[in-house]
């Protein structure tokens, strides 16, 4: 009961960088997607991700190599501020359960997480 009350809260009320978690829901062609964007409270850089059914898109903060050494589907975009520059970004790096997946370098983060749902 009491995550549904943290849920409401903090989905979509405060921007990432006001040093409260921005968590958000992402409507996809394929499904849905939940996405996380977390303020480092020393430095003020964000660490943004968003997950859906099967795999993740993560900013540049997270490492693609432990993805690829757990075996996840995991992609990576660089030079992001916000969930929504997540999603607009062009992917750099995919781990090869993504690539199974048939996410590939170049493509926007949302067309990725899309073939991750």
Known sequence: MWVEKVETV???TLPCGSGLVEVRELALSRGAAVALC???Y???KPLI???A???FVMCGLL???AAERLGMA???VLGVGSIDELLEREVVQVTSKARELGVKEGMKGREALDKLS
Do not use: C, L, N
């Open 74 to 76: 995991a992609v990576r």
């Open 38 to 40: 977390q303020s480092d």
């Open 49 to 51: 991700a968003a997950f």
């Open 63 to 65: 490492d693609i190599g």
């Open 53 to 55: 059914s099967k795999g």
């Open 42 to 44: 020393a430095t003020g």
């Open 10 to 12: 903090i989905r979509g």
